[in-house]
């Protein structure tokens, strides 16, 4: 079974390796923690991007509360995740606190999309693995790195771009889902808004705050619309 998992999970691999390296030399050339505390973060944090941003933030001496609202914010969609998979993971026991938590944006994509059997145990038992796999390739990506980055001397200057261009790539892919430049723009807007008119220490969260507001503004706007429609055609 292991063998099917591993060639289930090998695209990950190839894309948490990297990525876990970059996080891990940016965590040991940015911060000054031991290297261990890298593959530490992977273990017990485990959300990617979301690491990737917290060394970011505590690079600049950003607070902890404003780490842990960027964090909320970025993986947010995760508990939407979980709630599309309630059923899958029904009768799991003990091992469905792990499957929520393990809930990757890759590993959703495999456990959604691969061919299953009517045995629910047998099912949920792959699904440990393949979540499992997937944290261990993770978790090493980010050894590797801090390793190199605690070890070898080398210029990392820009390095921290990759969060950058991570939420570019991001950022494209759900105007591709979505169809719709309006948060873009938001986003952008709060941005500057806050640079203007908020000091440092407070313009991430000033920013968060206003984007949030205005998204809920316009999703009761267009709710609204659709209701007016709806009762116009019915």
């Not at 993971?89 to 809930?103: M, P, T």
């Not at 000033?206 to 998204?215: N, Q, R």
């Not at 009761?220 to 429609?229: D, F, G, V």
Request: proline share 3%; glycine share 10%.
């Amino acid at each position: 079974m292991n063998q099917s998992v591993f060639r289930l999970t090998l695209p990950i691999l190839f894309g948490y390796l990297p990525l876990g390296m970059a996080f891990g030399v940016l965590f040991t050339t940015q911060l000054d923690y031991p290297w261990w505390a890298a593959p530490l973060m992977g273990l017990v944090v485990y959300a990617g991007a979301g690491q990737i941003l917290a060394v970011s933030l505590l690079a600049v001496n950003a607070g902890l509360l404003e780490v842990l609202i960027a964090m909320f914010v970025l993986n947010a969609r995760h508990l939407f995740y979980g709630l599309s998979l309630l059923g899958q993971f029904r009768g799991a026991g003990w091992r469905k606190a792990y499957l929520v938590f393990g809930l990757t944006d890759e590993t959703y994509s495999l456990l959604t999309s691969r061919a299953r059997s009517g045995d629910r145990h047998h099912e949920q038992a792959v699904d440990v693995r393949i979540t499992l796999f997937n944290q261990c390739y993770w978790v090493a990506g980010c050894a590797a790195g801090a390793l190199l980055g605690a070890h070898v001397t080398f210029d990392s200057t820009g390095i921290e771009f990759a969060l950058v261009a991570l939420f570019i790539v991001l950022t494209i892919e759900q105007f591709r889902a979505l169809g719709d430049s309006f948060p873009i723009w938001t986003g952008a807007a709060a941005a500057a808004v806050a640079i203007f008119l908020l000091p440092a220490a407070h313009q991430l969260i000033g920013a968060i705050l206003m984007v949030t507001l205005v998204l809920l503004i316009q999703y009761r706007r267009l709710r609204s619309a659709r209701l007016q429609e709806g009762l116009e055609h019915g």
